[in-house]
């Protein structure tokens, strides 16, 4: 406990244990090496963004956050639930937006909700009041009943978002959740994640829009596979030497990548 202490402070956390703790994460495929000895944590009421060209790790290092492979190498605990260990235990900690949209078109935005809630063992009415508190809090309070075929695609992203939220996850992942989104829905989604960091979440934001990462706490910039910079944006561009984040990302990325 003590040694968890000291090393938060040392890396500037500002919190005692992170809830999510990745450390020296290896994976290949095959002989292609997609993570390289990879550690990132994230404290309560953090918001990390995890900034990286395609081809960086994000996806794989997200699969891994998710336990759909594990890693070859190194440590990943969630709320100091180890998911190799204790998977169902570290997975109840998390709640996920992927990249790809995977609502139900069909069916309503409750019933989407509902099946996320019986999946992670909400009882009926329990889970009746986390569904209408979720919808609340992405603004969409009233429209439990409306079938997501006819939602725009940014309310389709904040019912993905209320989905995550169901179960009151501590860590909330978002895996380049604003790709395919109007800058006013992307602008959007990024304010309703800030304001669930100041209510305590910790977010990891995987993105390779750097206008995104300046928001964060801490800018994780992720380059083949290593972890090039770990830090608060200004402190990013003052060690680069660089005018703006923009100008750090492409100096350290060698502009590698970038959509
Ligand atoms: P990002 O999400 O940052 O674009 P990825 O995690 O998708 O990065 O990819 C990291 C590296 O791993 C890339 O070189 C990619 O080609 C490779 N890779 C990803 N998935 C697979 C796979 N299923 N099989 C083989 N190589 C893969």
């Avoid at 968890?4 to 994460?25: S, Y």
């Avoid at 939220?165 to 006013?184: K, S």
């Amino acid at each position: 406990m003590r040694e968890a202490a000291t090393q938060a402070t040392t890396a500037g956390i500002g919190d005692v244990v992170p809830l999510l703790e990745l450390h020296a994460v290896r994976k290949s495929y095959g002989p292609r090496e997609a993570l390289r000895g990879v550690s990132v944590a994230v404290a309560r009421g953090e918001f990390v963004a995890l900034l990286g060209p395609n081809g960086a790790g994000k996806s794989t290092l997200f699969q891994l956050l998710t336990g759909l492979f594990n890693a070859d190498a190194g440590r990943i605990a969630v709320c100091g639930h180890d998911i190799r260990d204790d998977p169902v235990g570290a997975l109840a900690g998390i709640g996920v937006v992927f990249q790809q949209a995977t609502l139900d078109l069909d069916l309503s935005v409750e019933a989407n909700l509902k099946f996320h809630a019986r999946l992670h063992g909400l009882g009926k009415r329990h889970a009746r009041a986390r569904i209408d508190d979720a919808l609340a809090r992405v603004g969409l309070a009233g429209r439990a009943s409306d079938p997501v075929r006819e939602l725009s695609g940014g309310n389709r992203r904040k019912v993905e978002l209320a989905r995550a939220l169901v179960h009151e996850p501590a860590v909330l992942l978002m895996d380049e959740a604003t790709v395919g989104l109007d800058p006013a829905s992307r602008r959007q989604l990024l304010d309703e994640v800030l304001r669930l960091r100041d209510r305590g979440v910790a977010v990891l934001w995987a993105t390779h829009l750097v206008d995104e990462a300046e928001a964060a706490d801490r800018v994780v910039v992720l380059h083949l596979g290593r972890v090039l910079a770990d830090g608060p944006p200004d402190a990013l561009v003052h060690a680069a030497g660089t005018a703006t984040l923009a100008e750090a990302f492409l100096r350290m990325t060698g502009g590698a990548g970038i959509a």
